[in-house]
């Protein structure tokens, strides 16, 4: 079965950064488009940016642009998601999935892990 784990959440101060990391068990990472969504409370989850299979990185929300990037480490069997200049309104539960296209959800997902900024 395959497993998709997200780590590196935490609580963090306005202006301050965390690097979120997607691993895989049984599934290469490297092959697949890989998205990360994020549920603000109250909200529904939502795709903020992607990185497809070509390494292409597309963004969905405006408001992550300049401070959200994707990488991948292949040799690990990777993804992150490094996040700086973090705001309140980035407090959300984070989760990353894996498919063969962006802008869709994924046919894999992790648990997810939350983000706090607050100060």
């Known amino acids: 079965q395959v497993q998709l784990v997200e780590s590196g959440g935490g609580l963090v101060q306005p202006g301050g950064s965390l690097r979120l990391s997607c691993t895989a068990s049984?599934?290469?990472?490297?092959?697949?488009?890989i998205g990360w969504f994020r549920q603000a409370p109250g909200k529904e989850r939502e795709v903020a940016l992607c990185?497809?299979?070509?390494?292409?990185?597309?963004y969905y929300e405006d408001s992550v642009k300049g401070r959200f990037t994707i990488s991948r480490d292949n040799a690990k069997n990777t993804v992150y998601l490094q996040m700086n200049n973090l705001q309140p309104e980035d407090t959300a539960v984070y989760y990353c999935t894996a498919g063969a296209w962006c802008g869709e959800p994924g046919d894999y997902w992790g648990q997810g892990t939350q983000v706090t900024v607050s100060s």
């Open positions: 049984r599934f290469a990472l490297r092959y697949a488009a």
């Open positions: 990185i497809s299979r070509a390494d292409e990185t597309i």
